[in-house]
């Protein structure tokens, strides 16, 4: 009999997942993170550039920082992300995106947190 419980808490679950799959690909599949092409160069010139490039775009560079040899970070926000932020409970988390470089071999890789994939997730609406 403790069998029952259990079997129906795994339809629900599976039951959930096949629900939350067609949901998925009813929509645009949302994807955490965005990458650009490969950079050329090392990871401190690659990184200069973009600093330069996002502050030019109207974005502040809040934090910069390398977690571990050959990669690096760099926190940056702006004006429309610090708004959408400021009008969802949960909007902290949209507040700031971040931008990793990693070196491999003669390139740069680079991403960047998909700022649409944090606008769901968080509610923010923007």
């Known amino acids: 009999m403790k069998l029952m419980p259990a079997l129906k808490a795994s339809f629900s679950v599976c039951a959930l997942g096949a629900v939350l ?6 929509e645009e599949l949302l994807k955490p993170f965005l990458a650009a092409p490969d950079q050329q160069g090392d990871i401190r010139a690659v ?15 809040v934090g910069d920082y390398v977690p571990y040899a050959k ?18 409970d949960r909007g902290g988390c949209g507040a700031v995106m971040r931008v990793s470089l990693a070196e491999e071999g003669e390139s740069v890789q680079v991403s960047c947190t998909n700022p649409r994939y944090l606008a769901a997730a968080y509610h923010l609406g923007d």
Do not use: E, H, I, Y
């Open 21 to 26: 799959t067609a949901s998925a690909q009813a």
């Open 47 to 61: 990184g200069d550039q973009f600093k330069k490039q996002l502050k030019d775009s109207g974005f502040s560079v």
């Open 71 to 88: 990669t690096r970070v760099l926190a940056v926000t702006s004006d429309a992300l610090k708004r959408a932020a400021g009008k969802a």
